[in-house]
């Protein structure tokens, strides 16, 4: 992989030989663990402005419908989360020039408070071809990552690195968009997305191209003293739809939201026409009739190709971070491939054709525990490599983790043709079918349907693909170890748990950010560059000598991160998040605040006072504190600088997602904590709070 310095450009076609399709990822981490960012891509012509909505993408208006663009959303890094974008340039429109990478902060953030911020590019096949990190982050609100260039026929990289203290609406403005979203349109509703549109304005700026040089000039960042005299309010969004009215322009008649409406399953189904509830209603994938293992893997196979060639965002979603075209879709299964004496049968087969070019996946699939053999996928990737094939995607209830594949399978670099393995979890599948149905839509009822119907095989208890659902057999001995204290550090077993710990825990990340339409990572605190496989092993390292296993969430939206404990020794799961205290009111205010927020949350939930500076601060339950918020205050008059809310709650014992086991537990004390405590508490900062009209809640 090559390194990149600020300014510097490269061909693609001189890091590998197949870049008709890459994808972008922007990483970031931050030590406090609530940091984060959204990206935006802008389509430029040779003005160096967008042509229209159409060509600019962000969190609401995630794709083109060409396919050249994606936004493929967050996944979890070993030193962060990655934000990738999939990128068709074979199908860029020819008046397209440069494609602006780019990124936003909110509420007042800046990148100069995140760790490690970096681009890489990887090729079709997976194979990273460069990386540009950015070490000299301070007070911008938005930054240039780089930008894809056309020159003399082929397309080049320019790492950039320039930021902008006015955030997303100065670096909009100077390529010609106005992002008109006044938050006096909805000052009550801080909560919902923001509607927003992209107004396309006469270009404000020039921004000259050069010929002489490689790469067209960028607009000079702007700073706050050189931006319009109007401001830029913040929002509660993790998005960024901050607004821009230039000084001198009129004000610009609102019009409807960038993104085309969609359709969505709404989240109460009209009533049936059932004369009794024993009627059951007819399923297009029925499950109750399905037994044996082989009979699952065929149907779930065959069920989810279906759906993803009828279904085009559905099937470009899956496949885009493969690095598949967007194109004409068609899927196959029980296909016989010849392979030595014995010919082989994938489970199912991908086909994605484009301007005459085919770009072909084979498909493996398990369902239940049942593991992926490597000799298999083995025997496929070969096939794959001597057919000229691109990728060998693996499916199954197990949960791919950072440094550590699902199978081990050995990959000739000496041949031309490069076979890409891919892995993907029925939890993620299931993910990216309710974020389409239930929060950005499809393009009509007929394709809601059919995912819907989809979602409902894979959550039936015959279907077989229920997500990672055990603990595995290392499970039982170390937490019998920790209980009689015999458990040492180095115990390979305490490794293989901390790493199932941190399956289950993505897996909640995947099923709460589906319900919610919400952005849900687990928070990773290591620096860029640490081994995930020497992080794991710390980490057993102090669940042997505490007996605990620690993670923490962020779900976008919330006023703080998260955190699950599961304590071996005492049985007891803890679910907390720790609030900042704000600056408005006297200590008593905040605290009467607080508990009327806490209204409807369970009486049993626990309050801690964090103070400034050494020692505990007060501590009792809701219950106690509703009729005397006041017991809250320390009687030393410390400073308070937080509260601490937790729920506890008894820990399964058993290894798998039984109603008695761990999993099964975890899963109910996350969405317990979630539904009773954390969607009662007010996520805007202060500064809205101030702007609520007399009589409203606080």
Known sequence: MQEMTKGANVALSSLSEDTDSVV??????????????????????????????????????????????????????????????????????????????????????????LDDLRLTITDRAGEPLLGFSIPDASVESAFLFGELYRRAGEWKFRAIGQGYETGLGGLATDFGIDIDDSPEDHPEEPEQPSDASVDVAAAQTATTATPEADATPLPAPRTEEQASPASVPATTQAAPTAPVTPAAKPAVTRRPRTAKRKVTIPETMRKSLAENENWQQS?????????????????????????????????????????????????????????????????????????GRIWTALVETKTNGNPLRPEQVQAYADIAARRGYE?????????????????????????????????????????????????????????????????????????????????????????????????????????????????????????LGGELGQKVLPVQRAKRGVDPDGRRAALADDLCAQGRLHAELRIDGTPGVLTVTADLRTAKLRTSMDLPADDQGYPLARAKRLVKQLAEAPADLHIETLLDGDGPGPRSTLERLRPEPGDLLPGNGARITGFRLSLLKSMGSGRGSAESGFIRSVDEAVDRFHQHVVTHLDARPAARRRRTPEGADA
Not at 285 to 293: E, G, I, N, R
Not at 471 to 476: D, I, K, L
Not at 500 to 506: A, Q, V
Request: with cysteine; hydrophobic share 40%; aromatic share 6%.
């Open 24 to 113: 972008v990822s922007l990483g970031w981490c931050s030590t406090s663990g609530d940091g984060d960012a959204d990206v935006s891509v802008l389509l430029l012509d040779e003005n160096g402005k967008v042509g229209g909505d159409q060509d600019f993408f962000f969190y609401n208006h995630l794709a083109a419908p060409d396919g050249s663009v994606q936004l493929l959303g967050k996944t979890p890094a070993g030193d962060g989360s990655e934000d990738r974008i999939s990128l068709d340039l074979t199908a860029v429109p020819e008046r397209v020039e440069r494609v602006v990478i780019a990124a936003s902060r909110y509420e007042g953030a800046l990148f100069g408070d």
């Open 283 to 355: 399923r297009l994938f029925p499950a109750s009739s399905v037994k044996s293992d082989r009979e699952r893997e065929m149907r779930a196979t065959s069920v989810l190709l279906s759906v993803m060639a009828q279904v085009p965002e559905f099937g470009r979603r899956l496949t885009a971070a493969f690095g598949a075209p967007a194109g004409r879709m068609e899927t196959f299964t029980e296909v016989t491939l010849p392979h030595g004496e014995t010919p082989k049968r994938p489970d199912g087969v991908i086909r994605v054709e484009r301007a």
């Open 391 to 511: 990728a060998v995607i693996t499916l199954s209830n197990d949960v791919a983790l950072d440094g550590r594949p699902v199978v081990e399978v050995k990959i000739d670099r000496r041949r031309k043709n490069k076979v890409a393995l891919w892995h993907l979890s029925w939890t993620e599948v299931a993910h990216q079918a309710q974020m389409l149905i239930r929060h950005e839509g499809v393009v009509n009822a007929a394709h809601a349907w059919l995912l819907q119907e989809l979602l409902h095989y894979l959550r039936h208890e015959n279907s077989g693909c229920h997500g990672f659902q055990n603990m595995g057999p290392a499970w039982v001995p170390v937490r019998k170890g920790i209980d009689d204290e015999t458990l040492v550090t180095g115990d390979s077993r305490a490794v293989a748990v901390v790493e199932s710990w941190e399956r289950l825990i993505r897996q909640i990340c995947l099923r």
